[in-house]
């Protein structure tokens, strides 16, 4: 092999481009025995691999080693993980607001960082905070685990290579992105001032399954299924936004869905939504199918002066609202508010964020000038991929538009507890807001 082509693809495989396959894949087709070309990436990974180890660079050695305590009980690989990467980490039932969010550095993305585990979480979904100081950039990162990432402040771009494959999407604050999986991705703040994302990850359930987070950060695996280079992959146009036909078997609307289909949102707070009467009085709402993955969401909006219905569902679901302001109640067992042994009240503004734990019912309220919009990110929804597991967070939103007379989990504003509407409207005097709601059995 001439010696200027093996550069070229070390190159390469430096700055992404190609992934370590395709490096072991180009040099045995040249005819470059794999024990020499194993070393080459080992000198450019900075490791020393073993005479021994004929795996691509995956040292399962070293993994042995690390896991051979014969007393070991009960050590959770997520938990491990997230103490090794030195963040802070935040534990509730709510964040008020995210921007105002402590941060720390955080050496592996070469920016700063903050874990966030709220309870609702569960070890199904969680989140993490990232920002980038003005003219600075990531790493690059890619993951065996799907993302939802939310832009809450600054503008820049995101490199995204897969394979031979590479694009950039702009973005400015309000902008959704979901990268492919385990693609890599970079993010670059092009602003004067610090850019900060949310990305909702479902890296609890993918770390603790392997438990091998090398395997986890590092496999070079190249999902072509799911993303193939296709340069209208990350578009922005209303030609992504389409109505798909469901049927009641299978979807909570069974008169269709309107689903964004692009792996790039340019502005998820004036993004045009549509009517849904399902889940409560003046809602809007779409569906967010996000570079193929099966981890799902959606953005929902209700009018000023009204509430949603009350609904419950599997654990996982994060809420971070993108406008409004307002109240979410929380509360555990009975379908009367009032009877519940557990409440949480949620007051919650632009940048809050919020997650109902595991069959909890939980109601969204407007008592702002303004219409509440929310995006939400979880396993349920009405994607191309359903995850019938997970605490229910994949079967209990079919159930989501059912009375809980009918066994479902909706409770309908007529069976809802009285207790519910007189709170609403003491909060809209004290806000001097009308309130838009229909009076019950009207």
Partial sequence: ???????????????GSISRREFVERASAAGFGLLATEAVLASVDGKTIPAHTHDHGHDHDHAAEKHSDPNQTNVNPYTEFRKGEGLPIYSDYAIANLRAVEVKPWKRMHASGAYIDLKGGEGVNDGYLCEIAPHSKTSSQRYLFEEVVYILSGEGETII?????????????????????NALRQYVNTGDKP???????NAPVVIDLFHNTDFVLNNDYVFRDRYNGDASFF???????????????????AGGVYTWDSGFVPDARNIGLK??????????????????NTMQAHISEFEVGTYKKAHRHGPGSHVVMLNGTGYTLMWKGSPKFS??????????????????????????????NDPARYLA??????????????????????????????????????????????????????????????????
């Fill in 1 to 15: 092999m001439p010696k200027r082509e093996m550069k070229d693809w070390i190159g390469s495989y430096r700055a």
């Fill in 161 to 181: 290579r897969s394979g031979s494959h590479q694009q950039t999407i702009k973005w400015k604050a309000g902008s959704v992105i979901g990268p492919p999986l």
């Fill in 195 to 201: 850019a900060r994302f949310l990305a909702i990850t």
């Fill in 235 to 253: 578009g922005g146009g209303e030609d992504h936004l389409r109505h798909k036909q469901t049927s009641a078997e299978e979807s909570e609307q």
């Fill in 275 to 292: 009517i849904s009467k399902e889940r409560g009085a003046g809602n809007k709402r779409i569906e967010l199918q996000l570079a193929d």
């Fill in 339 to 368: 009877d519940a042994a557990d409440h949480v009240r949620i007051d919650f503004t632009e940048a809050s964020l919020f997650v109902p734990p595991d069959g909890w019912f939980h109601q969204h309220f407007n008592t702002g």
């Fill in 377 to 442: 990110a979880t396993w349920g929804g009405d994607g191309k991929w359903f995850m019938r597991a997970l605490g229910g967070g994949g079967r209990t939103h079919r159930l989501g538009k059912t009375s809980i007379r009918k066994g479902g989990n909706l409770i309908e504003y007529e069976d809802e507890d009285p207790s519910i509407r007189e709170i609403f409207e003491a909060e809209l005097r004290k806000n001097g807001v009308e309130s838009r709601m229909k009076p019950k059995g009207a």
